[in-house]
């Protein structure tokens, strides 16, 4: 199974039916991605809790003064039948720079607009708007 497309569905699925908070099972690189959702404001906070096996990753969905949802739409790019890299001169945009894209790096996971900044390519997570 594919835990990062699990952690972004459940983020779509909490997003769209309105929850205030989603569980989700724990792993590192799913830590450093809602790191940067929170970083970028697209998820209100997150926690870690710890239980006695994997642990669980509690996020906090963030919505606007209306009750929409701040996350419009997510997706992921590199699958695991199909894996997406770019280097650092093609890092793809995500509505010519509205949305966001994640990008898994030698240097961490980082944002596109950060591994531009830095020179860094790498496989490409998923993109976000």
Do not use: H
């Amino acid at each position: 199974m594919d835990s990062i497309s699990d952690l972004l569905t459940r983020i779509r699925n909490g997003a769209k039916s309105k929850k205030r908070e989603v569980n989700i099972p724990s792993f590192r690189l799913g830590i450093e991605v809602v790191k940067i959702l929170r970083e970028e404001g697209y998820v209100k906070n997150y926690k870690v809790i710890d239980d006695s096996k994997q642990g669980i990753l509690n996020v906090t969905l963030k919505y606007t003064e209306d009750n929409k949802s701040v996350i419009s739409g997510i997706k992921r790019v590199s699958k695991p039948g199909c894996r997406i890299y770019c280097t650092k001169d093609s890092v793809p945009k995500v509505l010519d720079g509205l949305g966001l894209v994640i990008v898994s790096t030698s240097r961490g996971v980082l944002t596109g607009r950060s591994c531009q900044e830095l020179g860094a390519g790498g496989e490409v997570l998923c993109s976000i708007w």
